[in-house]
C-alpha cells in the first residue's frame, strides 16, 4: 500500500515541473504541418480573375462525393475567369468531405487548395455546405494568368464578386 502511494507520487513529482504537453485552446494553437489539409478554397489570379474554369474535374475526383460544380460560359464582355468557362455553381459538403486532398491533386490550374482552417463547427448542417462566396480567397494569390489559355485572354477586367 505504501509503496503504491510512493510509487503515485513520484510520478506526480516528476511531471511536476515539465512543460505543460497540452494548449491553452482556443487561445493557443497547436502548429499545423505544412501539409495539413483543412477546409477548401478557391484561389484567384493576381488581376482578380477566378482560376476556376468549371472543369469539374475536382467532382469527379471526390471519392465522398462532397463537391458539387455547375460550369458556365463566360462573358467576354466580363469574364469570371480567363478562357472559355467559369464555375458558375461551387459548392463543398465539409460534413461528407474526408480531407483526402484527391480533389486539390485533380485541379488542372492550382485553383483549389486545402487551407489550415480547421475550425470548422458550425450549429446548423446548412451552415456546413460552403458555397462559392464562401469558397473564393478573399486575396488574389501570386498566380499569374498563363499565356496559353484558350480562347487567348486579352486582359479584360475581372468581374466583380458578390
Ligand atoms: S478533400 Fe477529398 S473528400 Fe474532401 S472534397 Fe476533396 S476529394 Fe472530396
Ligand atoms: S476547382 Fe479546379 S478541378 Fe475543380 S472545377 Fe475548378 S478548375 Fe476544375
Do not use: W
Given at each position: 500500500?505504501?509503496?503504491?502511494?510512493?510509487?503515485?507520487?513520484?510520478?506526480?513529482?516528476?511531471?511536476?515541473?515539465?512543460?505543460?504537453?497540452?494548449?491553452?485552446?482556443?487561445?493557443?494553437?497547436?502548429?499545423?504541418?505544412?501539409?495539413?489539409?483543412?477546409?477548401?478554397?478557391?484561389?484567384?489570379?493576381?488581376?482578380?480573375?477566378?482560376?476556376?474554369?468549371g472543369?469539374?474535374?475536382?467532382?469527379?475526383?471526390?471519392?465522398?462525393?462532397?463537391?458539387?460544380?455547375?460550369a458556365a460560359e463566360n462573358d467576354p464582355?466580363?469574364p469570371h475567369?480567363?478562357g472559355e468557362r467559369y464555375?458558375y455553381?461551387?459548392?463543398?459538403?465539409?460534413?461528407?468531405?474526408?480531407?483526402?486532398?484527391?480533389?486539390?491533386?485533380?485541379?488542372?490550374?492550382?485553383?483549389?487548395?486545402?487551407?489550415?482552417?480547421?475550425?470548422?463547427?458550425?450549429?446548423?448542417?446548412?451552415?456546413?455546405?460552403?458555397?462559392?462566396?464562401?469558397?473564393?480567397?478573399?486575396?488574389?494569390?501570386?498566380?499569374?494568368?498563363?499565356?496559353?489559355?484558350?480562347?487567348?485572354?486579352?486582359?479584360?477586367?475581372?468581374?466583380?464578386?458578390?
Open positions: 500500500m505504501l509503496k503504491a502511494i510512493a510509487k503515485g507520487l513520484g510520478t506526480t513529482l516528476r511531471v511536476l515541473f515539465k512543460p505543460p504537453s497540452t494548449y491553452e485552446y482556443p487561445e493557443k494553437k497547436k502548429p499545423r504541418a505544412a501539409r495539413f489539409r483543412g477546409r477548401h478554397e478557391l484561389r484567384i489570379y493576381e488581376n482578380g480573375l477566378e482560376m476556376c474554369v472543369c469539374e474535374l475536382c467532382q469527379v475526383a471526390c471519392p465522398a462525393n462532397a463537391i458539387t460544380v455547375v464582355a466580363a475567369s480567363p464555375g455553381k461551387y459548392q463543398v459538403d465539409l460534413l461528407r468531405c474526408i480531407f483526402c486532398g484527391l480533389c486539390e491533386e485533380a485541379c488542372p490550374t492550382d485553383c483549389l487548395h486545402l487551407t489550415q482552417e480547421f475550425e470548422l463547427a458550425a450549429f446548423t448542417r446548412e451552415a456546413e455546405v460552403y458555397q462559392k462566396d464562401r469558397l473564393l480567397a478573399r486575396r488574389p494569390s501570386g498566380y499569374r494568368v498563363p499565356e496559353n489559355v484558350y480562347p487567348p485572354y486579352t486582359g479584360r477586367k475581372a468581374a466583380v464578386h458578390a
